[in-house]
């Protein structure tokens, strides 16, 4: 187990790693005084949790009252008698609410966003997150001041000094490192200006459970320098696997070994699964009512489902009073008997889906990947874990499920992520480039096909639209402070159109290794973000061309893509020495397309 680096800085700081997940959350913290060996400690103590001292997951859960003012959230949400307070003041229930933010294009097939439980009215995915945000900070803080000797004054002095670390899946871009950012600062975590903006930063939450394991000394005994380990994290709403290969043992040194993938199988599609066969099942018995259909559900989210282990065997759901009784559909004395071919049905699908990713991760692996780890809440699945082992047994693979209270893996690993940053490289999971113009040849085939999107630049170059020029290519491994740069060229009659630039980055998504047309496949083409960059200070060259002066402007976007979130800059040489100025990155918003 490597042990943390004495904290090199010159003030104290507090490091909070918050880990929204589908169904439940958690949080981790370290004070970082100059000169110690920070520690890493969780919250565990939770309002409406205080019979579970010791427990550091909350469920990820707010009922809402009509106002939309929040009512309560997390354990005091799952308070017994909840339900009927819920009933009396008509509040409005929310779960699930993280799976609203994905990509729409994060497995359309297997879930829609009208599959997922709405959001209450007139509230966006941004303002829940927010609210729930804001609630699991004040956890934090109610804790490190009721923990810490002078708890109060030590929350005081480092309120201003707060890193956040936000986790997510693996699947998720820089649209909803964006938006998770927004609602950190409705929040209330940080201050809405750039130096609070930059007090926020993201990790995957594939490579925030590697960190955790090497932390806690989990990969020790299976791994050597060059050897590869994939990290399965089975979440609620997620499944996220990562690879890496150890460069070197001490120091501690990770590389990506093909880019990280994410498909939405956790546990709760079991549920999914679960409720549609009930409905359908009892849809004609007296017990097929939503009611009963509810209390159904509870009993085989929280009794039945975590223990399932045996296809061989009988499940059991208890619902309603001894005197339910329904021999035609298995009902007898308030319970409900399950097969285990009903329960396997429930579970096959996230099986099938986390072997198929496994093998398309090694397939793509530079390096042999001998050795997966499963955590998440979801690892705590019997029949899940016994049936993974098996299946990847015969792939030649070795399943470890370590025991050491991985359900608080990426809270944990999230802020050892910023201690340590264990992982230098990683390994892109798209190509990024822009649109371009092309000077016209028409003795190319392509050119020519294209020859009624030519025009005349002031120059008088005859150029052709539709051009796509990589800056960074799919599969590509890029260091931590690594960048890549695409010089631009821009032409004008007048000057002043060339005081700032609007450059779109695409992302190609398709499979050509030399993508060069957009409107070649134009549907694997997409818009990942907007670089804004003010250009006024880069020089413009006076030319003369056909119609008169024209003015010439030569700059680089440089993005650096190395870290867990795109950062971009704009370079231009003045007087023979390179400068660089920031460029601001706006994300589109698909958040309101329906899938």
Request: charged share 25%; with cysteine; glycine share 8%.
């Amino acid at each position: 187990m490597p042990s943390l680096q004495r904290y090199s800085g010159t003030v104290r700081k507090l490091v909070l790693g918050i880990d929204v997940g589908t169904t439940y959350s958690g949080i981790a913290y370290a004070i970082l005084d100059p000169g110690e060996v920070p520690q890493i400690l969780g919250i565990t103590r939770f309002p409406g949790q205080e019979d579970h001292a010791g427990d550091s997951k909350i469920p990820s859960i707010l009922y809402y009252r009509r106002d939309g003012s929040v009512h309560s959230a997390g354990a005091q949400a799952a308070a017994p008698g909840m339900d009927l307070v819920a009933e009396d003041e008509d509040l409005i229930f929310v779960e699930w609410f993280k799976l609203h933010l994905r990509p729409e294009r994060l497995d359309s097939a297997e879930i829609s966003r009208s599959d997922l439980p709405p959001l209450p009215p007139g509230k966006t995915v941004v303002d829940v997150f927010a609210d729930f945000l804001r609630y699991l900070f004040e956890c934090a803080q109610k804790y490190i001041r009721e923990t810490h000797a002078n708890g109060d004054s030590l929350w005081t002095s480092l309120e201003d000094r707060i890193e956040i670390i936000l986790s997510h899946p693996n699947g998720w871009e820089g649209l909803q490192q964006g938006k998770m950012r927004h609602a950190a600062v409705q929040g209330g975590l940080v201050p809405n200006t750039p130096s609070g903006h930059g007090r926020i930063h993201f990790v995957t939450e594939g490579e925030a459970s590697l960190n955790f394991c090497i932390q806690s000394g989990l990969t020790t005994e299976s791994i050597r320098e060059g050897q590869g380990v994939m990290i399965v994290d089975a979440g609620g709403g997620t499944v996220d696997v990562s690879s890496y290969t150890f460069r070197s043992l001490s120091p501690v040194s990770v590389e990506e070994v093909t880019s990280p993938d994410c498909i939405l199988q956790g546990s709760t599609r079991v549920n999914v699964r679960a409720e549609k066969f009930l409905k359908e099942t009892l849809q004609s018995s007296a017990y097929g009512n939503d009611e009963d259909i509810k209390s159904m559900l509870e009993y085989f989210n929280d009794s039945t489902k975590p223990v399932f282990k045996d296809e061989r065997e009988s499940s059991y759901i208890k619902f309603g009073t001894m005197s339910c009784n329904d021999p035609q559909y298995n009902i007898r004395r308030g319970r409900l008997t399950l097969s285990g071919s009903d329960m396997v049905s429930f579970f096959q699908p996230c099986l099938d889906g986390i072997v198929g990713i496994v093998q398309k991760q090694q397939e793509g692996a530079t390096r042999i990947l001998a050795t997966v780890f499963l955590v998440g809440g979801f690892a705590a699945s019997p029949w899940l874990y016994s049936s993974l082992k098996k299946k990847l047994a015969d792939l030649g693979v070795t399943l470890c499920r370590p025991d050491s209270h991985t359900n608080k893996a990426v809270a944990n690993g999230a802020v050892s992520f910023y201690l340590e940053h264990f992982v230098s490289a990683r390994v892109m999971k798209m190509t990024y480039g822009a649109e371009i113009v092309v000077d016209y040849r028409a003795d190319d085939p392509e050119h020519y096909a294209r020859r009624h999107s030519l025009f005349v630049r002031p120059s008088g170059k005859t150029v052709v639209r539709h051009g796509y020029s990589p800056i960074l290519k799919k599969r590509t491994l890029v260091r931590e402070n690594e960048e890549v740069s695409q010089p631009y060229n821009i032409e004008a009659h007048d000057p002043r159109t060339l005081d700032s630039i609007v450059q779109d980055v695409l992302v190609y998504r398709g499979r050509d290794k030399d993508p060069r047309w957009v409107d070649g496949e134009p549907e694997l083409y997409t818009s990942l973000c907007t670089i804004y960059a003010d250009t006024s200070k880069v020089a413009r060259r006076p030319l003369s061309g056909p119609n008169g002066t024209y003015y010439e402007q030569d700059f680089k976007i440089v993005l650096l893509c190395g870290l867990t979130e795109l950062q971009a800059q704009l370079s231009w040489i003045e007087n023979g020495v390179e400068k660089r100025g920031p460029a601001r990155i706006v994300y589109d918003d698909d958040l309101q397309v329906s899938a």
